[in-house]
């Protein structure tokens, strides 16, 4: 099993950018496929990027429009979600997951972080 912990969330005006960074412990990190996921106040969880083991494949869901970018460092067990151009609409809270397989369905993330808020005002 991995535990991972997110970090880096805050409240920031409409246009800034932060990193949202996702530490793993207890797995082999470099064998998961890991994602980041949001979930605003009364919403469903959605997905927002995968990225592979070895991160030669990589999904971003259609409304990043190239804002973020999903990376990670296999040596600091460590993955990261670079956002920029941050708007109202991304306020949310965002969660790394962890997953045996490269895919986007939530069902194949077994392994979940506690969630970082980011609130983007106007």
């Known amino acids: 099993q991995v535990q991972l912990v997110e970090s880096g969330g805050g409240l920031v005006q409409s246009g800034a950018s932060l990193r949202l960074s996702c530490a793993a412990s207890g797995g082999t990190f470099s064998n998961y496929n890991l994602g980041w996921f949001r979930q605003a106040s009364g919403k469903e969880r959605e997905i927002v990027a995968v990225i592979n083991a070895n991160s030669d494949s990589i999904f971003y869901a259609a409304f990043v429009k190239r804002r973020f970018t999903i990376s990670r460092d296999n040596a600091r067990n460590t993955v990261y979600l670079q956002m920029n151009n941050l708007k109202p609409e991304d306020t949310a809270v965002y969660y790394c997951?962890?997953?045996?397989?490269?895919?986007?369905?939530?069902?194949?993330?077994?392994?979940w972080g506690q969630g970082t808020q980011v609130t983007v005002s106007s």
């Open positions: 997951a962890a997953a045996g397989v490269f895919e986007v369905r939530e069902t194949y993330f077994p392994f």
